[in-house]
């Protein structure tokens, strides 16, 4: 499975859009389908389109989210209940939703359920393409595109394959949360590699990588254990 597909449903077109830049920034592999504001069409387009998740609002005019969750002859996808109130999480277990967000959704949070539901639809990240937006524009490389990144103020440098660089107006530490750990590493608080893409290990300069491109990391002390166990 390449994505998460994903529809957002909430009667606000402000939450939508909120939601949606937050998905987009922080959560890669999720891939929204469609957008729904009238809950009315909601049910039609869910059984057409067949996602593997779905946010739902609950308070909304015409049908609520539990109303629409009834209708619905199957529900083998992840229902992600998004909610300004916390009143509805005893009757949100009885429809075995996924989980719930609180309105409004803070990072950490969305995160949490991010990383959860990739581990439950088992999103591998050799067979996922890493989403990064710059400017407006979204890019997207396969994993073993990026060789490294080096933290330069509150500006990141990503360096590709191909000799190509990619700036970034966002610290490196927001760039790694979006980058499977499985093959990344922040061996010093300036750097992070990708493990695939070392060709030495030189203990000898105070602990040093290189990486497939001829560009030179150095390791943290406190990071050489870990960085030597990852190799082997």
Not at 59 to 87: R, W, Y
Not at 169 to 192: A, G, M
Request: glycine fraction near 2%.
């Amino acid at each position: 499975m390449n994505s998460i597909k994903s529809i957002l449903i909430d009667d606000e077109e402000d939450a939508i859009q909120s939601l949606q830049w937050k998905l987009c920034r922080y959560c890669p592999h999720i891939e929204i389908i469609d957008t729904i504001s009238d809950p009315l069409n909601a049910v039609k387009v869910i059984e057409k389109t067949k996602p593997d998740c779905v946010f739902i609002d609950i308070k909304m005019p015409n049908l609520t989210g539990f109303d629409i969750l009834k209708a619905l002859h199957q529900k083998n996808f992840c229902v992600i209940i998004t909610s300004a109130f916390e009143d509805y999480a005893l009757k949100a277990i009885r429809f075995s939703v996924f989980d719930y967000l609180l309105k409004p959704i803070d990072k950490d949070d969305l995160l949490r359920v991010y990383k959860k539901l990739c581990e439950t639809i088992n999103i591998t990240s050799a067979s996922v393409r890493i989403k990064l937006c710059v400017n407006g524009v979204i890019h997207f490389f396969k994993k073993d595109e990026i060789i490294m990144l080096k933290a330069e103020g509150n500006y990141t440098k990503i360096f590709l394959s191909n000799n190509r660089k990619l700036f970034l107006s966002r610290t490196l530490k927001e760039i790694i949360e979006l980058l499977p750990s499985s093959c990344f590493f922040r061996i010093h608080n300036s750097y992070c590699i990708n493990l695939s893409h070392v060709q030495e290990y030189r203990k000898n300069q105070g602990g040093v990588v290189i990486m497939s491109n001829g560009q030179h990391a150095s390791i943290s002390r406190n990071r050489k254990s870990e960085f030597l166990m990852k190799m082997h």
